[in-house]
């Protein structure tokens, strides 16, 4: 019979090993002396490779002006910033478990995620819709019945077309791409006949693509999607630096310089542009910065 003593303490003992365990990212980065960021190689043009093989974007622009406040925050002025390059099958995991500190690549903020993880205030706002060759003729979901639908693997675009009104009735195949440059290659060699994703992303591929005047951004609108960096949760103070980093771009104006030069200017590696206008939604969300999940811009009224 275990003694009273011996009761309080394996209570005591079950307690901490069931407690969440607060990250502490600043305290990770000052005993190592680097920071990690997560990078995508294909996220045109918020996270992706130029022709030299070095990540460049939007949103790795973003994080570097993080990591300066994070460089002020610890008086590291030398700190080395590694990049690791991630999926959408593993961006989360490796969040997580400590191995990036900094996700910047082309995440949606949703309720789902927000379990797992925490994200900066959103700096993207995108619309999930679908690219396909104009020679198709195809214009929305109705005319999928039958065909192969393209997509990345990690992501939600599946899940979206099914959950749409005119999704529910339409018996598409799903081929899967390992990133977003294998799922626009389905599109490109006719192995699919729509490539579905945020059209952001879409644009960026065909603007890079051999034959661009070939592809269109046609269809419904399948979801309204906030885009942010993504960080670990429970974090407070390393999220209060991240946010901080974030609004002062939003303040300053330094943002929409930011989103000139990728969206708007010609860009690596075909000198290019998307010619891709913010959005009013994003217009909103600088003059008054949040880190609300998708559901909060898709609610049914």
Same mark, same amino acid.
């Given at each position: ?83 690791t390059p991630v999926t ?15 996700e910047c690549g082309s ?12 994200f900066a205030p959103t700096? @993207?706002?995108?619309? +999930?819709?679908? $690219? *396909? ?8 979901? !109705?005319? =999928?019945?039958? %065909? ?89 103070? @390393?999220?209060?630096? +991240?946010?901080? $980093? *974030? ?8 943002? !929409?310089? =930011?989103?000139? %030069? ?40």
């Open positions: 019979m275990k003694s009273p003593r011996h009761s309080l303490l394996f209570a005591a003992l079950a307690l901490t090993l069931s407690a969440p365990v607060m990250a502490d990212t600043l305290a990770k980065v000052k005993e190592s002396g680097a920071i990690t960021m997560g990078i995508r190689e294909s996220s045109l043009p918020l996270s992706y490779l130029d022709d030299k093989q070095q990540p460049v974007g939007y949103h790795i622009d973003i994080c570097n002006k993080i990591v300066d406040a994070v460089k002020a925050e610890l008086k590291l002025p030398n700190l080395k910033v590694n990049q959408s099958q593993n961006r989360i995991p490796l969040v997580t478990n400590g191995t990036v500190d900094l995440t949606t903020n949703n309720e789902a995620r927000k379990k797992q993880v925490d700096t @993207f706002v995108t619309n +999930v819709r679908m $690219a *396909v060759k104009k020679a198709s003729g195809i214009k929305g979901l !109705d005319e =999928l019945n039958g %065909k192969p639908v393209a997509t990345t693997t990690g992501t939600t675009s599946v899940q979206l077309m099914r959950s749409h009104e005119k999704g529910k009735h339409i018996d598409f195949k799903e081929v899967y791409g390992k990133d977003h440059a294998d799922s626009f290659l389905m599109l490109e060699t006719d192995r699919a006949v729509a490539f579905v994703m945020d059209d952001n992303l879409l644009a960026g591929l065909m603007v890079n693509s051999k034959t661009p005047n070939d592809y269109a951004i046609v269809g419904e609108v399948l979801n309204i999607e906030p885009i942010a960096i993504m960080l670990r949760k429970d974090d407070p103070k @390393f999220k209060k630096v +991240v946010d901080d $980093a *974030v609004n002062s771009l939003m303040k300053s104006g330094e943002i !929409d310089k =930011l989103y000139a %030069k990728w969206f708007m200017g010609a860009i690596p590696p075909k000198g290019a542009s998307l010619n891709f206008p913010m959005s009013d939604k994003l217009k909103e969300l600088i003059k008054a910065p949040s880190d609300a999940p998708a559901e909060a811009y898709n609610a049914k009224k």
